[in-house]
C-alpha cells in the first residue's frame, strides 16, 4: 500500500490530538491528587475525561454523517484548545471544579480524535482499509513521546501553578492539529477522485435498521473485545502515575513510564495491519489479550519501577492488538454508508464502559493498593477470550454468522 497523502496527515493530526490526551494521562490524577477534596476523588478529572468521551461519540457520529468529516473535526479541535485554555485556568486559580470541567472538553476532543482511525479507511480501497487503520494509530508513537516531553519541559515553567504552562501549550497543539487536517481529503470530495471501495465524505443514511446491524454476534463480541482492551488499558493507566508517586518514585519516573506506554501502544501500529491480513483479526486479539493479562501480573509481582515501566509496556502493547483488531472486526460488519453511525455506536459503548473503569481505579487504588487495581483485570480478559473463541467456532461452523 502506497501511503496515501491523507492518510499521511491524519496519522500526523494524531500525533499532535494525541499528545494532548497523553497530558492529560500523565498528569490529570497527579493534579487531581493536589486539588481534590479528598484522596479517593483523585482519579475524578480522568473519570471525567472518559464521560466526556463517552457523551461525545454519538454527536460526533451525527455530525460526521450530516456535515461531513471535517465539521467533525473541526469541533474537536475547538474542544482542546476549550480543555487546554480552562485547565490552565483551572491550576492557576487552584479549582478542582473548573479542572474537571476542563476534562469534560478533554474527553470530547479526545472521541474525535479516535474517529481519525475510520476516517483513514474512508481515503483508501476496501484491501488497505486494515493497514490505513493502523498506519493512523501509528502516528500516536510521536504522541507517546511529545506528551511526556511536553510535560517533562513546562511543569514548572509557571511557579508556583505546576502545569499550567503544559495546558496552555496543549491548547495551541490543538490548534495545528486543526491546520494539518484542513488538508485531509475523502474519496468523493471534490478534490479527490473517488476511489474504487472507499466512501465518501458525506454518507447517506442507511436503509437497513440499526437495530438489525448492530445485533450481528461478531458485532457484539467485536465490541466486548474493544470495550475489554480499552477499559482494561484505561483503568491500570489512570492508577499508574498516582500508584509511583504513592510509592515515592519522582514525577520524572511516572512520566517516562507514560511516555514507555503510549509508545508501547501505538509503535506497533506499524506492523499491525500487515498481521491482522496474513493471520486475521482473532489471533492478534487473542494476542493482545494475552498481554494485558501479563501486564496485570507483572503489576502484581512488585512496585518498584521496572514492575510499573514493564507492566505499563505490557498494557500498551495488548492495547494496540486487542483495540486495533476489535476495530478491524467492527469494519466488517456495515456498509461504508452504514459506518459513521455503526462506529460511534460501538465507541459509545466502549469509551461509556471506561467511565466504569475510571471511577474505581481511583477507589480501589486508595483502598486496596495497586497490586488489587492490576488483578482485577485479568477476569474480564478471560470472558473476552472465551467469547472471541466462541465466535470463531460459530463462524466455522455457520460461515454466514
Not at 82 to 97: I, K, M, R, W
Request: proline letters at 6%; hydrophobic letters at 55%.
Amino acid at each position: 500500500m502506497t501511503l496515501h497523502p491523507s492518510v499521511l496527515r491524519l496519522a500526523i493530526a494524531q500525533a499532535l490530538s494525541g499528545a494532548n490526551t497523553t497530558v492529560v494521562y500523565a498528569t490529570a490524577a497527579i493534579i487531581g491528587h493536589l486539588l481534590a477534596p479528598r484522596p479517593g476523588m483523585a482519579t475524578l478529572p480522568i473519570s471525567v475525561f472518559v464521560i466526556g468521551m463517552a457523551l461525545s461519540t454519538l454527536p460526533v457520529g451525527a455530525v460526521a454523517r450530516k456535515h461531513g468529516r471535517h465539521a467533525a473535526f473541526f469541533l474537536g479541535n475547538g474542544c482542546g484548545v476549550v480543555s487546554g485554555l480552562l485547565a490552565s485556568l483551572a491550576l492557576v486559580q487552584a479549582s478542582f471544579v473548573l479542572f474537571c470541567l476542563a476534562m469534560l472538553f478533554g474527553g470530547a476532543y479526545a472521541a474525535v480524535v479516535l474517529t481519525f482511525r475510520f476516517a483513514a479507511a474512508e481515503c483508501v480501497p476496501v484491501a488497505d482499509k486494515p493497514r490505513a487503520l493502523s498506519l493512523v494509530l501509528a502516528g500516536g508513537v510521536f504522541a507517546g513521546v511529545l506528551g511526556p516531553q511536553l510535560v517533562t519541559a513546562t511543569m514548572n515553567q509557571w511557579p508556583p501553578h505546576a502545569y499550567a504552562a503544559t495546558y496552555l501549550c496543549a491548547a495551541a497543539v490543538s490548534v495545528l492539529s486543526a491546520l494539518v487536517l484542513r488538508g485531509v481529503r475523502f474519496a468523493g470530495s471534490p478534490a479527490v477522485p473517488a476511489t474504487a471501495g472507499a466512501a465518501p465524505s458525506v454518507l447517506p443514511i442507511t436503509s437497513r435498521p440499526i437495530r438489525e446491524v448492530v445485533r450481528q454476534p461478531r458485532f457484539v463480541v467485536a465490541m466486548l473485545c474493544g470495550v475489554v482492551s480499552y477499559m482494561l488499558m484505561n483503568f491500570m493507566m489512570t492508577s499508574a502515575p498516582l500508584a509511583m508517586e504513592l510509592c515515592g518514585l519522582p514525577r520524572e519516573y511516572s512520566n517516562y513510564g507514560i511516555e514507555l506506554h503510549v509508545v508501547a501502544m501505538y509503535l506497533p501500529s506499524f506492523f499491525t495491519g500487515r498481521l491482522m491480513a496474513r493471520f486475521g483479526e482473532t489471533p492478534i486479539v487473542l494476542a493482545g489479550l494475552a498481554l494485558t493479562a501479563a501486564a496485570a501480573l507483572v503489576g502484581m509481582s512488585g512496585q518498584t519501577v521496572a514492575h510499573f515501566w514493564w507492566a505499563l509496556a505490557l498494557l500498551g502493547v495488548g492495547w494496540n492488538f486487542g483495540f486495533l483488531g476489535a476495530s478491524a472486526m467492527v469494519l466488517q460488519c456495515h456498509t461504508p454508508q452504514e459506518g459513521p453511525r455503526v462506529q460511534s455506536i460501538n465507541d459509545f459503548v466502549v469509551f461509556g464502559t471506561m467511565v466504569i473503569g475510571s471511577f474505581a481505579s481511583g477507589s480501589l487504588l486508595s483502598a486496596y493498593g495497586w497490586s488489587t487495581v492490576a488483578a482485577l483485570t485479568l477476569p474480564p480478559v478471560v470472558v473476552a477470550a472465551a467469547a472471541l473463541l466462541w465466535i470463531g467456532r460459530v463462524r466455522q461452523a455457520q460461515p454466514s454468522a
